[in-house]
């Protein structure tokens, strides 16, 4: 696949190569590889006649469908970048992204149409709608007026391809961008370490706002292989898809693992022709690896990275999975470095490097790692905190905390205070000041609480405002107002007074450890 140096030639090379091949496969309906590229040629001839000029952005705000993939590919043609809005956001969230990223195109879900009713969005001129578009032009109607030939613009190698949000610790989302470069020089490797071939079925289920969803799917397109969607969590259906289809390669999250664990039509699936299940973006327990391990009987490799990261960082191979057998302990860790990646463990105040054993902050260095996070320079220099070379390249900060033993990376916390439930990022600040903002509440905390089925769940620690008695209805009420619901917090607890270091902030540490007594880690 070296002649693929973007997300457009993905296509051009394929339908080139292999027209008739099924690329994408969505309830019952299928795209050849020729019909990827000439849909995706009109998406691109109607982002130019929209205005849209090299590097601006464009914007999707829909559950999992075909539309995003012939879209991200059209973008990708006028070497415009393309950026995923978390459908399960607030309306006022979904705002900030969209404005906070000028997005001049939005391609919405009919779906969503009312929470786009409820934004002031400055930027977009067009709105395209994925079904019935009302006042809106329908996508259908949007690419039947334009060509279907190939507007060849050029691409950079280092352009930014990819724009993806991710939380940041003062409450608002930073916009990761990611480059051909990313991506392209990651995926040939990153292919042989997840069992990918030009014959893989690959199940797209995670969200595709997330690296695990998107970044998934492309990786199944860039080998030429056919791309099952999954609209969202149905885990029925997604046992059905797997059956039906012959499924080949999977990602999915521990959460979902878990759940399947417990379908009774799981049982009964036959999950034969599975080659390798990638499991990541959160920790996972032993007991439901393995139970999984034994439940699918393919090969299981564990996955450690960030949207940063482009989802690199270590992997936990098939022959590190061994329940019950001498190397057993390894299940809990994170697994190796691989492909260029290289890992040091740095002491985050002094950033002196840590020995085997030593708890420190996770440290990256590779060619997956973020151009820059958009319009935060700020943000990118503390990211790269000793600078980047001529070629780019630099430690990345990841805030995460571990050690490394037998070369293997464990993961043992979290520099930052975020919070991994069911594999969404939940930053504290957020719910804080979203708290906050209710009369009844004089000072709160946010952390994260060990949850069985979450791995981890939001807890907020308030104390009352004098002579106030709210309750805890009402304030995860009032949250639910202002943030997406798996945000909000699932259960409150009172304090007299939040512990506070001298310079003000709370020692969430402190308040973490009666909750995590017990557990083998401070994160799930």
């Known amino acids: ?23 994408l496969i969505y309830q019952e309906r299928q795209w050849t590889y020729g019909q990827l590229d000439k849909e995706s040629n009109r998406v691109a ?7 849209v000029n090299p590097q601006d952005r464009v914007a999707h705000l829909d559950k999992n469908g075909p539309e995003y993939f012939t879209y991200l590919i059209g973008a990708s043609k ?10 399960r956001l607030a309306a006022p969230e979904m705002e900030y992204v969209l404005n906070h990223a000028e997005a001049k195109v939005l391609l919405i879900g009919e779906e969503f149409l009312g929470h786009f009713e409820q934004m002031n969005i400055e930027s977009v001129t067009t709105v395209v ?18 060509e279907e030939t190939d507007p060849e613009i050029d691409v950079g190698w280092t352009d930014t391809c990819y724009q993806l949000y991710t939380s940041g610790t003062t409450g608002l989302p ?38 695990a969803g998107s970044g998934w799917g492309v990786v199944g397109l860039f080998n030429g292989g056919t791309n099952v969607l999954l609209r969202e969590a ?39 022709s599975l080659r390798c299940m990638i499991y990541g973006a959160s920790p996972i327990t032993e007991e439901v690896l393995s139970a999984s391990m034994e439940l699918m009987g393919c090969d299981f490799v564990g996955a450690y990275g960030l949207t940063e990261t482009t989802g690199g960082g270590t992997l936990l191979r098939a022959e590190h999975h061994d329940p019950g057998g001498p190397r057993a302990h390894l299940l809990r860790s994170a697994g190796q470095p691989w492909a260029d990646i290289e890992l040091r463990i740095v002491d985050p105040e002094t950033f002196v490097d840590l020995g085997d054993g030593e708890v420190g902050e996770i440290w990256i260095k590779s060619v997956v790692t973020l151009k820059s996070y958009w319009k935060d320079a700020d943000a990118t220099d503390e990211a790269y905190p000793e600078g980047r070379d001529a070629e780019g390249l630099g430690w990345f900060r990841t805030g995460d905390a571990g050690y490394m033993s037998e070369g293997f990376l464990f993961i043992h916390d979290r520099v930052k205070d975020m919070i991994i439930s069911g594999a969404e990022n939940i930053y504290p600040a957020e719910v804080e000041n979203a708290l906050m903002s ?28 004098e002579g106030a008695d709210p309750s805890e209805a009402d304030l995860i009420e009032h949250c639910r107002e202002r943030l997406a619901h798996y945000k909000c917090p699932t259960s409150v ?25 017990g557990e083998q880690r401070r994160v799930n």
């Not at 006028?78 to 459908?87: D, G, I, L, Q, T």
């Not at 709608?129 to 032009?137: E, H, L, S, T």
């Not at 997604?238 to 521990?254: C, I, S």
């Open 438 to 465: 209710h009369s009844d509440v004089a000072d709160v905390a946010v952390i994260g609480v060990p949850d069985a089925k979450w791995g981890e769940t939001v807890k907020a620690i308030i104390t009352p405002a």
């Open 129 to 146: 709608v994925v079904g019935d578009g009302g006042q809106y032009v329908s996508y259908d109607s949007w690419i039947a007026g334009s």
């Open 234 to 272: 149905d885990l029925v259906e997604l046992l059905r898809l797997v059956e039906t289809y012959q499924v080949t390669n999977a990602l999915l999250v521990p959460a979902i693992l878990q759940f399947l664990l417990i379908t009774p039509e799981a049982q009964e699936t036959d999950f034969s």
């Open 174 to 211: 930073k916009g990761v961008e990611l480059t051909n470069r990313n991506f392209f020089s990651f995926l040939p490797v990153a292919s042989e370490e997840w069992y990918f071939d030009s014959d893989s079925i690959n199940l797209v289920a995670m969200p595709l706002f997330h690296i």
């Open 45 to 51: 001839n109607a982002l130019l006649a929209a205005g």
């Open 78 to 87: 006028v070497n415009a970048v393309s950026m995923s809005v978390n459908w």
């Open 1 to 23: 696949m070296s002649s693929i140096s973007s997300i457009g030639d993905i296509a051009r090379v394929h339908a080139a190569n292999n027209a008739d091949k099924v690329a």
């Open 493 to 517: 607890d009172r304090l007299s007074m939040i512990p506070r270091n001298p310079s003000g902030k709370i020692l969430k540490t402190e308040l973490r450890k009666p909750y995590w007594e």
